[in-house]
């Protein structure tokens, strides 16, 4: 049933409008002036609104002008269509700059009116098929998954299994293995693709700002909330949620999202009511969860709800004999890029490739072979065009240097450059995470900013 907003001062006028559409699916909101009117379009969300141009307190032009504002933060499109007995064509004209969609003068014929409704609310099915094609267009030409090992036949085998149900999946693996690719590809193949696809990285947003983002918040909930705001999870209605390093949640968050997954419902900050929402929602992270939980850490009940499907990512380092495959992957995609032409690789360069261990898994493949053709001057990458610590970034020998340590190149270095390289390198990994980043590099989070700002290094 389609709701239509009606914004009128004459109590008869939204009389008569009901009254014409008596045996019609439509169910009507009704506000006696433009204040009204924008209270009531923020919080209903209506299909269509019928705006008339003269009232008081805030006229029909200054509300289209503030519904089409809000309209952009609903990130939804809502057909208007302004009604007036005083109008001239220059002010219709302005509507329509304004972004009304159609116009009808008192008094105006029933059967007249019944035709711009039925044609605003086709426009807006229309436009809602259009967004969804575009958002589905954009999926598909996301990043493929690369691979046919073993490990990674079974992973699409799970994938497809997954798909086309509703089951809440927990996306596992280490930093850089393809987990957020992995979401996009069951949203994409499931019952839900034309859906809204709404994507979160919860260990990017501070844990102050998190609830209010997922949830949304209303009107004066807190300082500086001088408007109501639609959560992410509200948003995802009818799609699917991506909530990207679930790990990273506090115990507090746990308990809000775990309610989530129970009742299927969300309660926005300072809001006395709760919203039923229909999503599905897929989970990733690349700690040990588990182990979270027996650190109680991590909530085991929450743990047991996000575990229905687990699909756990191998590591680059345990399908090398995926490495050729990404690796002409990267070379096609920015040779393109950068306006390059038929470069390859030396079969010698592939190999130095093949047994350099990837802590940073595909990541960090791509990563390096955008840097190898920036540098390239010539048609065939060789040995000498990969950075130096992949060739040789380990020794072994535990005698004398212990396990996994660096090993000090003849012509020595310079220690400034490798550390600032390193922390790069890190904060790269991690997606800027400086916690995370700071724990790749052995030391405390306090030490990382210092050397950050030493360096003058991004924040």
């Keep these: 049933m389609h709701k239509i907003l009606i914004v009128d001062d004459e109590k008869n006028m939204r009389w008569a409008i009901k009254r014409a559409f008596k045996n019609q699916p439509y169910r009507f909101i009704e506000a006696t002036n433009g204040?009204?009117?924008?209270?009531?379009?923020?919080?209903?969300?209506?299909?269509?609104?019928?705006?008339?141009?003269?009232?008081?307190?805030v006229d029909g032009l200054t509300a289209l002008e503030r519904m089409k504002k809000l309209e952009k933060e609903l990130e939804k499109d809502i057909p208007v269509v302004m009604i007036t007995a005083h109008g001239t064509t220059e002010t219709a004209v302005e509507a329509m700059k304004l972004g009304a969609l159609d116009y009808i003068s008192k008094p105006f014929d029933v059967e007249e009116l019944r035709i711009i409704l039925r044609k605003a609310l086709e426009f807006k099915g229309l436009q809602e098929k259009l967004n969804s094609l575009e958002e589905a267009l954009e999926l598909k030409q996301g990043k493929p998954i690369i691979g046919k090992s073993e490990k990674m036949n079974e992973v699409y085998k799970m994938v497809n299994q997954v798909a086309k149900t509703d089951a809440t999946v927990l996306i596992l693996g280490e930093s850089g293995t393809g987990k957020e690719i992995i979401a996009d590809t069951i949203h994409r193949n499931s019952e839900r693709h034309q859906g809204p696809y709404i994507k979160v990285n919860c260990g990017a947003i501070p844990e102050n700002l998190l609830e209010s983002e997922l949830f949304g918040y209303e009107k004066g909930a807190f300082t500086g909330a001088v408007k109501r705001k639609v959560g992410k999870f509200q948003r995802a209605e009818?799609?699917?949620?991506?909530?990207?390093?679930?790990?990273?949640?506090s115990l507090n968050m746990q308990v809000k999202i775990l309610r989530v997954l129970q009742e299927r419902e969300v309660e926005p900050v300072g809001g006395l009511e709760t919203h039923p929402v229909d999503l599905r929602i897929i989970t990733a992270t690349n700690q040990n969860l588990y182990e979270k939980v027996k650190n109680q850490e991590f909530r085991e009940d929450l743990y047991y709800r996000l575990n229905v499907f687990p699909i756990e990512l191998p590591p680059l380092r345990e399908r090398k004999e995926d490495i050729p495959l990404l690796v002409a992957h990267f070379l096609e995609k920015y040779q393109q890029e950068l306006g390059k032409k038929e470069m390859k690789i030396s079969d010698e360069a592939l190999t130095a490739l093949k047994d350099y261990p990837w802590p940073g898994n595909i990541r960090e493949l791509e990563n390096i072979i955008e840097r190898t053709l920036i540098i390239s001057s010539s048609k065939l990458i060789e040995t000498?065009?990969?950075?130096?610590?992949?060739?040789?970034?380990?020794?072994?020998?535990?005698?004398?240097?212990?396990?996994n340590?660096?090993?000090?190149?003849?012509?020595?270095?310079?220690?400034?450059?490798?550390?600032?390289d390193l922390i790069l390198q890190a904060l790269e990994r991690t997606a800027d995470n400086q916690t995370r980043a700071a724990r790749l590099l052995g030391i405390s989070r306090h030490t990382l900013l210092y050397r950050m700002e030493k360096y003058q290094l991004k924040k």
């Design 384 to 403: 000498r065009d990969l950075p130096p610590g992949l060739l040789k970034p380990y020794e072994s020998d535990s005698k004398s240097l212990g396990k």
């Design 35 to 57: 204040e009204e009117g924008l209270i009531a379009f923020e919080k209903e969300q209506p299909d269509l609104v019928l705006l008339d141009l003269k009232m008081p307190k």
């Design 238 to 249: 009818g799609g699917t949620i991506f909530l990207d390093e679930i790990g990273e949640l």
């Design 405 to 420: 340590t660096f090993l000090l190149p003849e012509e020595g270095i310079d220690l400034e450059t490798l550390e600032k």
